[in-house]
Every structure is written in structure tokens, then in C-alpha cells.
């Protein structure tokens, strides 16, 4: 069974903190994807990474940066958090077989 | 990038047949279309994928016309446990992830006893 897991289910933090969110699969995935998902908003693609050191910006980047330094691992980093931050951050990667995606539980920030 | 329209939300009963429809007009040829489902507090799960005709699986059927410019999702026989947001995605058709995976707005479906 493919595992992707986050590093907190829940997470609060001050106005301005730079925040980590980690996010590990274990099946040797290429790819690996950041959401955020609002209410009436749907799932929004923050970043993702196709490999190892590599990284592309999706719809929403801006406030957020990445890091991919381990193929199992993909960080989604805060670097002054603020309150239009808060949200359910959501992790994935992505088979290589049926091509669909495996997600994390969540990780639900509020930034205060 | 293949944008998809779903309806926000529908309702049905118990052991009811539940058909769900997505509209993706500018699909690309390489493009797969994908459906999750979603429960409150949980990341989406894998329901099913095709790429054209139809596809079934032991939990659901996937309709996807000639054009590919639409699918459905049919539910047989749902129950209360099928109450979720369920996701039309289009895209990862190619083995590069520089192909964006977007995801529509949803469609949340209540099933009612």
C-alpha cells in the first residue's frame, strides 16, 4: 500500500513564523504535489516537483516555497506566515501505473 | 491546461444508481481523466480513471463519449457512506509532471436515508 504521510495533522502558528510542512512517500514516486484546499475553493496546486532538486510552481505560489533535496520527500516551506495562510495543506504523489495520485491526511494550519 | 465543470452539489437516496457528470472541453489527446473522492478532514481518494469509452472498477463506472469532451461517474446502488465531494480531474497524461493536475470545484453528494 502506497503511504504518503505528513509531518502534522495539526499545526498553529504565529503571524510572520516560518513554517515547514514535510511530506514523505514511500514508493519511490518521481512526482510529488502541495495543495492547499479553502472551503467553495476546492484543492488549489501550490508547487510540484518532478524529480529530485526540481520544482515548478502551480497556481497559487506566491508566499511559498519548496524543497525536494530526497526523492521521498518534498517540503512546502512558509517563509513569513500569515493569516490568508491558514488552510488544509494537502500532499501527494503520483503513481507511475494508473497515473493517480496518493494523499496525504491533511495537515490543517491556522496561522493567528 | 484542461479546465473541468462539475455540478456544486446533488442529492439522492439509498440504493439509488448516482451518475455525475464533468465537463472538460479543451481536453488534451494525452490527457486521462481521473475521479476521487473526498470526506470531510481526509485527502482525496482514487476512484477511477479512463481515457475513453467506459471503465469499471468494483466500486464505480466511468462513461467518457467518443469526443471526450465530457464524463460521467455512475455510483451504483449508493449508501450513506458514499456522502462525499467527488473530483473530475483532467490531465497527467504524460510521464512529466510539468503536465499540472487541476482540480474542479467538486461535486458534493448527499445521500439521504
Known amino acids: 500500500d502506497v503511504k504518503v504521510t505528513q509531518s502534522s495533522r495539526y499545526l498553529v502558528k504565529r503571524t510572520g513564523e516560518k513554517v515547514f510542512l514535510e511530506c514523505v512517500q514511500d514508493?519511490?514516486?518521481?512526482?510529488m504535489f502541495w495543495y492547499r484546499q479553502d472551503p467553495g475553493l476546492g484543492l488549489r496546486l501550490i508547487y510540484f516537483?518532478?524529480?529530485?532538486?526540481?520544482?515548478e510552481k502551480g497556481d497559487i505560489p506566491e508566499g511559498y516555497s519548496v524543497s525536494r533535496e530526497k526523492k521521498e520527500r518534498f517540503s512546502l516551506i512558509l517563509e513569513s506566515a500569515s493569516t490568508n495562510q491558514t488552510s488544509m495543506y494537502l500532499c501527494?504523489?503520483?503513481?507511475?501505473?494508473?497515473?493517480?495520485?496518493?494523499f496525504g491526511p491533511g495537515t490543517r494550519l491556522t496561522v493567528t | 491546461l484542461a479546465k473541468t465543470t462539475q455540478p456544486i452539489s446533488m442529492d439522492s437516496y439509498e440504493g439509488q444508481e448516482v451518475n455525475i457528470t464533468c465537463s472538460h472541453n479543451?481536453?488534451?489527446?494525452?490527457?486521462?481523466i481521473t475521479w476521487y473522492q473526498q470526506f470531510p478532514s481526509q485527502g482525496p481518494r482514487f476512484i477511477i480513471q479512463?481515457?475513453?469509452t467506459k471503465v469499471t472498477n468494483e466500486v464505480a463506472s466511468l462513461f467518457i463519449p467518443a469526443d471526450r469532451k465530457s464524463s460521467t461517474l455512475s455510483l451504483p446502488r449508493v449508501s450513506l457512506s458514499d456522502t462525499a465531494v467527488y473530483y473530475c480531474l483532467v490531465g497527467a497524461g504524460s510521464n512529466n509532471a510539468g503536465n499540472m493536475l487541476t482540480f474542479g470545484g467538486g461535486t458534493r453528494l448527499m445521500v439521504k436515508p
Open positions: 501527494a504523489s503520483i503513481g507511475q501505473v494508473l497515473r493517480e495520485q496518493y
Open positions: 514508493m519511490d514516486h518521481e512526482n
Open positions: 479543451n481536453i488534451a489527446t494525452n490527457d486521462y
Open positions: 479512463g481515457y475513453k
Open positions: 516537483s518532478y524529480d529530485v532538486k526540481m520544482k
